[in-house]
């Protein structure tokens, strides 16, 4: 059974940081990329950044570069998400992903496939 388990959403003030998780289990993560959208009220699902797991190579949305970083744990199969300088635009429900695709930036987010349950980060002015 395919999972991705988020954790580590919250209330930051801006400028803050934050650090999400999502543990994946059920597939093999080598073969894939694991990644981060986010959706804010009234606006559409949105790439933030993405990893290949086998190598390492990220990328990342302009809105995020210099703020976000991505890393992977092999052994827990798990990827995090750092967010650091939060601003309240950084606001929505942040969903991790994993798809054997790449570029994430190509991929539409309809299609993606397996998605974790979200987790919400709220920044605060």
């Known amino acids: 059974q395919v999972q991705l388990v988020e954790s580590g959403g919250g209330l930051v003030q801006a400028g803050g940081s934050l650090r999400l998780s999502c543990a994946a289990s059920g597939f093999v993560v080598s073969s894939y990329a694991m990644g981060w959208f986010r959706q804010a009220p009234g606006k559409e699902r949105e790439f933030v950044g993405a990893i290949i797991w086998s190598g390492g190579t990220t990328a990342f949305a302009d809105s995020v570069k210099g703020r976000f970083t991505i890393a992977r744990d092999n052994a827990k199969n798990t990827v995090y998400l750092q967010m650091n300088s939060l601003k309240p635009e950084d606001t929505a429900v942040y969903s991790c992903?994993?798809?054997?695709?790449?570029?994430?930036?190509?991929?539409?987010?309809?299609?993606?496939?397996?998605w974790g349950q979200g987790t919400q980060v709220t920044v605060s002015s």
């Open positions: 992903a994993a798809d054997s695709r790449w570029p994430y930036t190509a991929v539409d987010p309809k299609t993606v496939r397996y």
